[in-house]
């Protein structure tokens, strides 16, 4: 996709400081367990969401549960929740509402990081849960549910409630890179390659993010 309107950094590596760059051979390393270090997104919301898609890929070492991204709204601090449960588990969430997914041994194609992309529509629920390019199957969920515009979007944690009430046994700890968002399902023959060159506009783009580091979380160069 182009790359237009490129920002420069704003007091980048100013904990609480606001920042729009691109983050292109760039990761966000979580160094250690917390119950305040998190990355907040800012994507601009003009409507409720009616199906979403969601990317990201990480690498850690943890075999306990962790949250990916969490999305709260002020009525629902679940809006939309993606959360490794064990390393062959994740639990994902929608409207409060979730469903587990155990992952097969074959998804791992010798690389140390893992992309994970999960994807909904509400007027049929059917929600998609894709680990390293391999779909896992299909299944219901929040059907005619409609995603707040409301939404604190956060990295490495999980809210319990509004922008708030962390968990540390909950807090992700490792890198995180190319995290996107869109307002739509992607056909899975993108989803499948993990390319994003010819997708719509995102809500959340990894080569123009607008967010904010809280914590202890360091922007550093990709090792991979």
């Known amino acids: 996709m182009e790359r237009a309107g490129l920002w420069p950094v704003i007091f980048l590596g100013l904990s609480g400081a606001l920042a729009q760059t691109s983050l292109d051979g760039k990761v966000f390393v979580f160094p250690k367990p917390s119950a305040n270090a998190y990355?907040?997104?800012?994507?601009?919301?003009?409507?409720?969401?009616?199906q979403f898609t969601v990317c990201l890929r990480f690498y850690t070492d943890l075999t306990r549960e962790f949250s990916?991204?969490?999305?709260?709204?002020?009525?629902?601090?679940?809006?939309?929740?993606?959360?490794?449960?064990?390393?062959?588990?994740?639990?994902?969430?929608?409207?409060?509402?979730?469903?587990?997914y155990t992952v097969p041994g074959n998804t791992n194609r010798g690389s140390q990081w893992e992309n994970v992309c999960m994807a909904w529509n509400s007027t049929t629920g059917i929600i998609q849960l894709w680990v390293n390019g391999l779909a896992l199957p299909r299944k219901g969920l929040s059907k005619g549910y409609a995603v707040k515009t409301d939404l604190f979007i956060m990295l490495g944690q999980d809210q319990d409630s509004y922008g708030g009430s962390l968990d540390e046994q909950q807090s992700f700890v490792g890198e995180m890179a190319d995290v996107y968002m869109w307002d739509t399902v992607l056909p899975s023959?993108?989803?499948?390659?993990?390319?994003?060159?010819?997708?719509?506009?995102?809500?959340?783009?990894?080569?123009?993010?607008n967010f904010e580091i809280k914590g202890y979380v360091v922007l550093e160069p990709t090792l991979d």
């Open 189 to 209: 023959e993108q989803l499948r390659r993990m390319r994003w060159e010819k997708v719509p506009t995102p809500l959340v783009d990894w080569t123009a993010p």
């Open 68 to 100: 990916l991204i969490s999305c709260a709204s002020r009525n629902q601090h679940n809006e939309i929740l993606l959360i490794k449960h064990s390393p062959t588990v994740y639990h994902t969430y929608v409207g409060g509402t979730t469903l587990a």
């Open 39 to 50: 990355v907040r997104l800012m994507p601009r919301l003009l409507e409720p969401l009616q």
